[in-house]
């Protein structure tokens, strides 16, 4: 039997809302959780047709329909399987793929699979309530997940004894290992998962295929998953993403945090946008599979050590799917704590700070240069220009990494003070805004267009008829962007005089000015630091 490449339903499924689905042919309200309407299947004048957008399906509680965005479209609209893909892919801007002949063979031996790793899972979940299951039910619960959580995500307890190879001792053997969850011994079939706290892995589908098991006793390593098989690839599973695609497609952006319980957490508490790496290691594979819903990501790590160093690596890896349009951030969690105890702490809003106050990508590469290497020397310099070039050059992009290299070339220009290393006194000549300068300047702007686009605003506060002459200079980049940057200085600390003369008349006169004519002093000076180091170059 033919059939379409089953990733295509799968996209289609993760870019679709049911509800932007549905609506094209029956109007919905929202009633809690749910949309409800008028059934296009059975005729009724009271809405008992409910359709859920996290889970994907639609259900009729007066006539029992029930089904997903493809069904719907082909009952509906009384169309054929391809029809209402075809109708979809319209709806979703995808183009069609050509059909694929799935091997039987494949199929047959994938649904043992999945039936295996179901009823696992459903015997896991029994376990976890009888009392063999206490310390890990108890564990769970301390970590704050509720009873609906549990149930939600299919939390279980994998007991000390071969568990599966006892239940399923009569299956074939291949099936069994193929599924990961028992291994052939010396002494016959035993489970891979033994007193474990058990996490079901689902694919895409919501299909169960692997799982994660925690230690329970405290031994290492605290999480172990199925190894690889036919149905999971470690490094390309991402944890949570069945149950967060449609609030990725919603919110326009994935969140990935380090470990899976924070996923749940934080998906239970208003993010439910939010994935976890299996492991700790991001993988490229990872980052595609989030980019499938848009390229948005915020990455949400400790502050601590370790998780700087995984920012660092996320940041690494994401650089060749960063598109003009991609809005990619870092966020951290600092104080020792991971997302998980904020939310207990502080709730969804301290959460969302956090969140709303990430980093973004072009500030946290250059931030990550500037802690790495020791930028006040040439040798430091070097390196961290070698790291961010490094960084840039895998921007597939070739105007975006234009954009990256001059943005990261101004804040060299601007925050390495290079300069300062060959200090000699030399005195300025601070320019006016006199017939000379604003010539100059409108030499600078013609010739400049980004050094506009960086000190716009202050251009613009200077009143000059930008349209008339130019003068005519042959001046190189630098020196233009020194001169504008001189002459902001110089407009900088004039307004700095005039504010210091007004405090001192108010001294004067008696006020407690002290505090703000001592700040002025300050900034003077460090104004002047400035124009010391400008003249230096
Ligand atoms: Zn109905």
Known sequence: MATLDRNFTDELRMRLSIVDVVRRRVPLTRKGQNYWGCCPFHNEKTPSFSVNEEKGFY?????????????????TGNMEFREAITELASQAGMKMPDYKPRDPKV?????????????????????????????????ITGRGFTPDMIKKYRIGYAPKNNLIANTFANARQENLIATGLCRRGDYGMYDFFRDKLMFP?????????????????????????????????????????NFARDAIYRAGRSIVVEGQIDAIQMQSNGFGETVAPLGTALTEDHIAALCKSNRNITFCFDGDGAGQKAAARAASIVMPFVRDTS??????????????????????????????????????????????????????????EKFLSAEIAKIKDEALRRAYEKEYASRKFNQWS????????????????????????????????????????????????????????????????????????????????????????????????????????????????????????
């Open 107 to 139: 199929v047959a031996r994938e649904e043992s699979y999945i039936q295996i790793t179901e009823r696992a899972t459903a015997l896991f979940q029994q376990k976890l309530f009888e009392p063999a299951g206490a310390t890990a039910l108890a564990y």
């Open 201 to 241: 892995i689902f694919n895409v589908r919501g299909q169960i295929v692997a799982f994660s098991g925690r230690s329970l006793d405290g031994s290492e390593p605290k999480y172990i998953n199925t190894t690889d098989t036919e149905m999971f690839h470690k490094r390309a599973t991402v944890f949570g993403l």
């Open 327 to 384: 809005d990619v951030r870092f966020a951290f969690v600092t104080g020792g704590k991971d997302p998980d105890e904020v939310l207990k702490t502080g709730g969804r809003d301290a959460m969302r700070k956090i969140i709303d106050g990430a980093t973004d990508l072009t500030d946290f590469l250059w931030e990550l240069a500037n802690k790495n290497y020791i930028t006040s020397t040439p040798g430091g310099q070097t390196q961290a």
């Open 59 to 75: 259900h009729c509680f007066g006539c029992g329909e029930h089904g997903d965005i493809i069904s719907f479209t082909m009952k």
């Open 418 to 537: 290079r300069w300062s290393r060959k200090k000699k006194e030399v005195s300025l000549q601070l320019p006016s805004v006199d017939e000379i300068t604003r010539g100059t300047l409108v030499y600078i702007v013609n010739t400049y267009p980004e050094l506009v686009e960086r000190y716009g605003d202050f251009l613009a506060t200077l009143n000059i008829d930008f349209d008339g002459p130019a003068a005519n200079l042959n001046m190189d980049t630098i020196t233009a962007e020194r001169y504008v940057v001189s002459l902001k200085l110089q407009k900088y600390m004039e307004k700095l005089v005039a504010d210091k003369k007004d405090y001192m008349t108010q001294m004067l006169a008696g006020a407690d000015v002290k505090d703000k004519i001592a700040a002025i002093d300050a900034d003077m000076e460090k104004v002047r630091a400035k124009q010391e180091m400008l003249v230096i170059i």
